[in-house]
């Protein structure tokens, strides 16, 4: 979409499911806060941080790459990179979520972990011990498989990995339902909502 000047405007992605539809894990009450007005408020400043500057005409990927490092883009770069990892969040959880990833990404989590439960479980220790706000991600370096935390809007887009899935661990996305028992969101999450199937296409 663009604005009267011809920059892009960038836009709140609908969300990939109903806000009820990853309840009892994830409440419509969590889900309306963090879309609703987290994720709102991170495109809406984007778009008034970027009004006018030579980044107003690039896509969030390449806002992303220049500003990432510079001290005097922050601002713009905690925006930018909140928008992608919250859509890209969105999407690694589904209301059919859990169990077992399509087989491609099965050969490729055995070889990398020894197994699913082991790669789950370090999601769950990334997850948990992040310190602070941030992210735990599955990502793909190189042939192999492994799992990275980021803290506050840092992601594995900037650190030359591809993500294939992620769990917000700021606090917005859990503490209305679980108040501080993060490890309790989290195992949730990898058993009952994590979409293995995203992140095989994302893989491939
Ligand atoms: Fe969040």
Redesign the pocket.
């Known amino acids: 979409m663009s604005n009267q000047t011809g920059n892009v405007q960038h836009t709140l992605p609908p969300l990939p499911y109903a806000d009820n539809a990853l309840e009892p894990v994830i409440s419509a009450n969590t889900l309306s806060f963090?879309y609703g007005k987290?994720?709102k408020a991170y495109v809406d400043n984007l778009n008034k941080l970027i009004a006018g500057t030579e980044l107003a005409d690039m896509s969030l990927e390449q806002i992303i790459a220049a500003t990432a490092g510079k001290t005097d883009k922050a601002g713009i770069f905690n925006n930018a990179a909140q928008v992608w990892n919250?859509t890209f969040?969105w999407n690694s959880l589904s209301p059919k979520g859990g169990g077992e990833p399509p087989s491609s990404l099965k050969q490729k989590i055995e070889s990398s972990f020894g197994g699913l439960d082991a790669c789950k479980k370090e999601l769950a220790t990334a997850a948990t011990t992040q310190f602070g706000s941030g992210w735990a991600w599955l990502v793909k370096d190189g042939d192999s498989l492994k799992v990275i935390k980021t803290s506050n809007a840092d992601l594995p887009l900037i650190k030359g990995l591809k993500p294939l899935l992620t769990i917000?661990v700021?606090e917005?996305?859990y503490y209305l339902d679980y108040q501080n028992r993060r490890p309790d969101y989290v195992n949730a999450v990898l058993d009952k909502l994590i979409n293995w199937g995203f992140a095989a296409d994302n893989y491939a």
Do not use: G, K, N
């Open positions: 963090h987290h994720h919250h969040y917000d700021w917005h996305a």
